[in-house]
């Protein structure tokens, strides 16, 4: 099995850039999770799919963040338009069997992401 | 209050000792529990879940876990310098999942 797989690995931009970071979770995971980690705030839910379903998005900062899900092999979040406090690295993770947050999350590789 | 609260370390301990990481909770209604390491620049991986009160062992590595007190625990046996991460105690229920901040533990040869 391949494990999460997230593009891109590293990813510098401009403040006011749109950024795109994408994940196709491992084949037969039923949820799907990213997360936000900075040394000051560690890591962070960010938002959670089940079924391709947005469960609970709480944690998505602010309106510049936007997260899709459309179909069971891929997810995107967008960040429009990126600021320097958003340089941090974003992980996506999934989850079998559909029980989300009881259940193990697999981690991916992480973007680091650069604002500046 | 923190919904997951941890030492943020570092611990520091010999080689061939046993290290000792705990974590505090506050959501009573969580169901799960986990403990991650992650080493720097890595992403975390899992080393241990408990759903149930009492210990639960695997190799060198004992979770703990007291739903009354709301703390779980994880104890390292015969630490070793490849166990040199931090760790992070993780809690699910409902639809909240939650990260503590993570406790870095370092092993001296």
């Known amino acids: 099995d391949a494990g999460v797989i997230q593009s891109p690995r590293h990813e510098v931009t401009e403040m006011g850039q749109e950024v795109t970071l994408r994940c196709k979770p491992i084949?037969?995971?039923?949820?799907l999770f990213w997360y936000r980690q900075t040394m000051m705030r560690g890591l962070e839910l960010l938002i959670y799919?089940?079924?391709?379903?947005?469960?609970?998005d709480s944690g998505m900062p602010e309106d510049r963040f936007s997260a899709k899900m459309p179909n069971a092999s891929f997810s995107t979040l967008k960040i429009q338009p990126s600021e320097p406090r958003d340089s941090a690295v974003y992980f996506c993770?999934?989850?079998?069997?559909?029980?989300?947050?009881?259940?193990?999350?697999?981690f991916g590789p992480g973007t680091r992401l650069l604002v500046l | 209050q923190k919904e997951v609260e941890q030492n943020s370390g570092p611990l520091s301990v010999p080689e061939g000792a046993i290290a000792s990481l705990n974590c505090t909770y506050s959501?009573?209604?969580?169901?799960?529990f986990f403990w991650y390491r992650q080493y720097s620049g890595k992403s975390p991986e899992l080393i241990m879940f408990?759903?149930?009160?009492g210990d639960k062992e695997d190799g060198r590595f004992t979770a703990q876990l007291n739903k009354a007190s709301q703390y779980v625990s994880l104890l390292i046996r015969d630490s070793q310098p490849s166990d040199s991460a931090t760790y992070l105690c993780?809690?699910?229920?409902?639809?909240?999942?939650?990260f503590g901040s993570g406790t870095k533990l370092n092993v001296k040869p």
């Open positions: 408990i759903y149930s009160n």
């Open positions: 084949s037969g995971h039923n949820s």
């Open positions: 799919f089940n079924n391709n379903v947005p469960i609970d």
């Open positions: 993770a999934s989850s079998p069997l559909g029980a989300g947050v009881l259940e193990t999350q697999y």
């Open positions: 959501d009573r209604g969580s169901q799960s």
């Open positions: 993780a809690l699910g229920g409902g639809s909240k999942f939650y």
